[in-house]
């Protein structure tokens, strides 16, 4: 069901099938709204100030488990209007484009979904809907030495213009008639799987993604792929599965956090990326639960000097959010130390030092919903010390061999650790990496994005790995409505 909620009905016409337009009172008193589920909410009211009908509507909605837009934290952020200028500057370049040849210092602009009034603002009007999701803004930009966002707020419907309700009535319709609106078969669900074509490196390959896609269809979702210029669509869909490498200060994070927003099952969920992704909030957590991992200092551009004498060389120097390998540093003498430490304290004011274990192989364990799906061997690349050498001559020699095994033959005491340590985290997907040494198993890290490649995690389950995964997704989704 889909409801459009204005505070006189009668006066809006809507060209839309399969929706009804409500009043504020009516959703907010009407025992159909209030039991009903699988509701998506559009919230056009007057005024969402504090405490109105409208921040009621979103209020409820998100307490009736209803996906609406917009949502109470978006509401929120208005009230906040320094952080959502900070936010814009993420585009800076794409405002001093746009208005490159306007000839005033000052410029208002309405947006509704992203559309404009002028084509050659349309792009940076999508841009200012995924900043802030409500279905009308008025932004004013300002110029001194470079133009600025000054302000941006939502329109009332009472400040419309003939020409603008016009505009206003078809981005309503458009954002409701998206294609993945209508469903060809009769499956339940939406899956968006966010991908990011251009990295080099993803966490899936092709045909991984494609195994994913298969796998969701079999198990009765309507699924789609979407980018990071897709944020305005989360409200579409009933789950989402990130596929790209995530980061707290990246627009996977916000993708996470904006989904769960919305009621979406999301793998991987907020705090997941939060935890796993800086590597001394895990040194903390594993250490306070007595995980075994590899003897490890915290350190500062203050204490760093008597580094050295507490590990001994060589030690491995990580940033505290790398990924894949990158931002880590095998420390061999003092000199090293000193270098390496001064380009890496520019990017973080924390790294951490760890004890270099050398072994031939990491141990890779992937984990989802509290079982293990993979067992792998990475090998180390060819004359490096990690499975990845990135300054490899040759392609073909960056990446060292993997072994896959059968999730029974792997050591017991190896899956009681991946398991123990993921309990710390959650209940999403996750590759616990450790090394074995005389048969003791150490955690190196924990990934919320593990690899999943057609060919190598996939080995031994081949579809059934990604049908499992898929699985629950969907046992997720029927728990919540």
């Excluded at 793998?267 to 935890?275: F, N, Y």
């Amino acid at each position: 069901m889909k409801l459009i909620i204005v505070d006189k009905p009668s006066q809006w016409n809507f060209s839309l099938p399969d929706v009804e337009v409500v009043s504020p009172s009516a959703y907010i008193t009407s025992p159909i709204y209030q039991s009903a589920r699988n509701i998506k909410v559009l919230n056009l009211c007057k005024s969402y100030q504090y405490q109105s009908e409208g921040y009621y509507v979103s209020l409820l909605a998100e307490a009736r488990g209803h996906k609406v837009l917009p949502g109470v934290s978006t509401i929120q952020d208005f009230r906040f209007p320094s952080i959502l200028r900070y936010d814009s500057q993420d585009f800076d370049n794409l405002i001093q484009s746009a208005f490159k040849n306007e000839k005033q210092d000052k410029v208002e602009l309405n947006v509704y979904f992203g559309a404009t009034r002028s084509e050659a603002y349309n792009k940076l009007g999508r841009h200012l809907f995924q900043l802030v999701q409500a279905p009308s803004l008025r932004a004013t930009f300002s110029k001194k030495t470079k133009w600025l966002l000054q302000s941006i707020r939502p329109i009332s419907l009472n400040e419309l213009t003939p020409d603008d309700k016009l505009l206003l009535v078809k981005a309503v319709e458009q954002y409701f008639l998206r294609k993945r609106d209508y469903r060809s078969d009769k499956k339940k669900y939406d899956l968006a799987i966010l991908i990011n074509p251009e990295d080099n490196n993803p966490p899936s390959n092709d045909r991984a993604l494609k195994r994913f896609y298969k796998a969701a269809l079999e198990t009765g979702f309507n699924v789609e792929f979407i980018t990071k210029n897709d944020f305005d669509q989360i409200i579409q869909y009933d789950a989402l599965f990130i596929r790209e490498t995530t980061n707290v200060n990246h627009h996977s994070f916000r993708f996470a956090k904006k989904a769960e927003s919305l009621g979406l099952v999301v793998i991987d969920d907020p705090v997941s990326i939060l935890k796993c992704t800086n590597k001394v909030y895990l040194h903390e957590l594993l250490t306070a639960n007595k995980i075994s991992t590899p003897k490890a200092h915290v350190i500062t551009e203050d204490n760093c000097e008597s580094l050295p004498a507490k590990m001994g060389f060589p030690f491995i120097l990580k940033q505290p959010d790398g990924a894949f390998s990158k931002g880590v540093h095998k420390i061999n003498d003092l000199e090293q130390f000193k270098k390496i430490r001064e380009s890496m304290f520019e990017k973080s004011d924390l790294l951490i030092a760890q004890e270099f274990l050398p072994t031939p192989f990491d141990w890779r364990v992937g984990v989802i919903d509290g079982q293990v799906i993979y067992v792998c061997k990475y090998f180390m690349a060819s004359e490096h010390w990690q499975i990845v050498n990135w300054n490899a001559k040759k392609e073909d020699s960056r990446e060292g061999n993997f072994e896959a095994l059968a999730v029974d033959q792997a050591p017991s005491g190896l899956l009681k650790t991946a398991l123990k340590a993921t309990s710390l985290i959650g209940r999403g997907l996750y590759g616990v990496d450790m090394k074995e040494v005389d048969g003791k198993f150490y955690v190196i890290e924990i990934n919320d994005n593990p690899n999943i490649d057609a060919g190598v995690e996939d080995k031994m389950l081949k579809e059934k790995l990604y049908t499992t995964i898929m699985e629950v997704f969907l046992n997720r989704i029927k728990a919540e409505k």
